[in-house]
Every structure is written in C-alpha cells, then in structure tokens.
C-alpha cells in the first residue's frame, strides 16, 4: 500500500479514556517532590491487582479518586481521614508532582498515586467490590455539544465503577458545569446498581473542601453540583 493513501474499511473501536494529555510547566518543588517523594508514594501500572493491604501496611476502607488536578482537595481529603487509604489517579506530571509536595507537607502516609489512565487502572490493579468509595471531582466538562461523548461520566465507565465499589460504597461526583451535573444526574439514576442518597442533587459533603477554583466561581455566582450514590 502507498505511504500516501491510508488505510481503509472499519476503524476501530475508540476505547474510553478519562484523560486528554496537556502540556503543563512544573515548578522546582514540583521537581523535587517528585524526584524525593515520588520512589515511595507512587505506584507503577501494572496489569494484575495491587496488594493494598501492603502497599499501605494495614488493612483500611479504601477511596479511588479519578483525576485529581493540582491535588489540594486531595491531600485535605486524606488529612482529615487518616482512617481511610487513598489512590489518586491523575496523568498530567505536573498535577502528581503538586500532590506529591503537599505528601511531603502534611507528612501524610494514607495516600498513594498512579499516573496512569484510570480506565486502565480500574481494570486491572483494583479488586472488584473493594472500594469503599470513588470521587471524581470537577472532571473536563467538555463544553462543545460535539465534544460531549468524551465525558468521563457515561454509562459504560459508570457500569465499572460499581464492579470495584463495595455493596453500600459511595460514588461522589461534583462538577461546576450544569449541563454536565445534568448527565451525571441522568447517567448514575440510570445505573440499577446505584441509589441516589438526596433527591437529586446532593448537599456538599463536609469532607469535599472547597477549592480556590471553586471559591471564586461561587464569589461570580457559579453553581456547584454534588451527586453522591451508593451500590445497593
């Protein structure tokens, strides 16, 4: 076949994804944090299931968060619950590097990272029915109607996230955007295996901070949506 013509006929299936790689510049505690703290408290991919009982050194309700940003929300999550272990998965470095300094800042030891696709992650490192609870915070809206089937919330990603929950754990999802809060509010009601826990949207969990981002868009009037379920 010519170099010059591509290939033709079906093209296959495009297989989720719960990220889009950005270019981001890291600053030099960043640096650091990665280089010190990254040997410890990161986690390499691995297709086969992580040992998280020796990863953290005991036995703990367990919390997976999907694409965690800069981190700070995070690291105040776990700080506030030393009883609980968290995974935060995120693909950009500078945002793992971030959340590393914070590590390092508050001397946590419950928490653990994976840059990798959390679609990936789900599949093949966590047990299934061995979460205590998923977040998945402010997730990229996607704002074009043409963009829309690239949300992370769809039915199919919703499907394996309640495989890895524990009968009775939490799926919490926030987003800034309403027409994304309306999806989401579609997508989990639709999910036999979920149960909404508010009817509709849900208050704020005192243990979601709010975060810089957040406080100014509500200072501007921007609304804010929870939705926190549970598997029955």
């Not at 619950?81 to 001397?107: C, Q, Y």
Request: proline share 10%; glycine share 8%; charged share 20%.
């Amino acid at each position: 076949m010519s170099p010059s013509k591509p290939p033709t006929g079906p093209h296959p299936a495009r297989p989720i994804r719960s990220f889009v790689v950005r270019a981001g510049r890291m600053g030099p505690g960043q640096v650091r944090a990665l280089a010190e703290l990254g040997p410890r408290f990161m986690l390499p991919y691995a297709p086969a299931l992580a040992d998280f009982d020796t990863v953290f050194g005991r036995r703990a309700p367990r919390v997976l968060e999907i694409g965690f940003g800069m981190g700070a929300a995070t690291a105040a999550i776990a700080q506030a619950r030393p009883d609980i272990d968290f995974i935060g998965v995120e693909v950009h470095i500078p945002g793992v590097g971030a959340l590393l300094k914070e590590i390092g800042e508050r001397s946590l030891t419950n928490l653990r990272i994976v840059q990798h696709d959390a679609v990936e992650v789900l599949d093949h490192m966590v047990a299934p029915d061995s979460l205590a609870g998923v977040h998945v915070f402010f997730p990229d809206p996607w704002h074009k109607l043409k963009h829309n089937k690239r949300r992370l919330i769809q039915p199919e990603f919703v499907r394996r996230l309640v495989t890895r929950l524990t009968p009775g754990g939490r799926l919490h999802c926030a987003t800034d955007w309403q027409p994304y809060a309306e999806q989401m509010l579609h997508v989990l009601s639709a999910e036999p295996a979920l149960q909404n826990t508010a009817e509709g949207y849900a208050p704020k969990p005192d243990y979601r901070p709010l975060t810089k981002f957040e406080n100014r868009g509500l200072k501007l009037g921007h609304g804010v949506w929870d939705l926190v379920f549970t598997k029955r």
